[in-house]
């Protein structure tokens, strides 16, 4: 949510088991969808 992202002053991810993981974002807004970032690895 909005509030966790400002508290914690990004995103978290808990309890991935071990692996390769891909993560893309997009923002939305009342003016719509933007495009989607390039994929980050991890």
């Not at 966790?4 to 808990?14: F, I, S, T, V």
């Not at 088991?17 to 991890?42: C, E, M």
């Amino acid at each position: 949510s909005r509030q966790e992202y400002r508290k914690y002053g990004g995103a978290k991810l808990n309890r991935l088991n071990p692996g390769n993981y891909t993560a893309r974002i997009q923002a939305t807004s009342l003016s719509g969808n933007g495009s989607w970032t390039d994929p980050v690895f991890f």
